[in-house]
């Protein structure tokens, strides 16, 4: 059996990779996010026209705060195409306007009801000191507390509320992995 020249492999790479460049644009156009990250399930994610709300993941552009500079520069966050530079985080609302909200040491408390796994880590991978929100209160209209379901998340424990503005969609699960 004759094998195929080198050239022919390198044809064949480069519609593949042409392929693959055209079916990504035509996803992304369709609305459809692929999530590769720790923060929520894994999987491939629609856009959806539903409200925001309590418990639905979201995908947003981080306020321009120092916080997220840092988070930048220290890669908790990849670069991107949002104000700042940063990529689209995605994350679920767990609170919202009126909720009772505690996101301390110990970990984050909504409505007197204990977050699991929600204990803020003091250092990151590289011995760094993470950033810290502590506070209590009760949400302010137009904010919203956001996590990530992976106990390593960069989400509310370090950076605190986001406003509402700052979303861009709601997404919802095709496929999970």
């Known amino acids: 059996m004759k094998r195929p020249s080198f050239k022919t492999v390198g044809r064949y790479t480069a ?31 629609r856009t959806s026209a539903e409200p925001i709300h309590k418990g639905a993941y979201v ?51 909504i409505n007197g009801v204990p977050i699991p796994n929600s204990k803020p880590r003091p250092l990151d991978g590289a011995g760094r000191p993470l950033p810290v929100f502590a506070g209590a209160g009760t949400v302010k209209a137009g904010d919203v507390i956001v996590m990530g379901e992976n106990k390593v998340s960069f989400d509310s424990r370090y950076f605190g509320p986001i406003s509402r503005q700052q979303i861009s969609t709601v997404i919802q699960p095709i496929v999970i992995w």
């Open 15 to 45: 519609f593949a990779v042409f392929g693959l460049s055209i079916a990504t644009v035509a996803a992304a156009a369709a609305g459809v996010r692929v999530n590769v990250t720790r923060s929520i399930p894994l999987g491939f994610y």
């Open 59 to 109: 995908m947003f552009c981080p306020p321009q705060r120092e916080v997220f500079r840092l988070a930048l520069k220290r890669h908790y966050i990849d670069p991107g195409s949002c104000p700042g530079g940063s990529y689209p985080m995605m994350k679920r609302i767990l609170a919202a306007k009126n909720d009772r909200v505690q996101i301390g040491p110990q970990g984050v408390v």
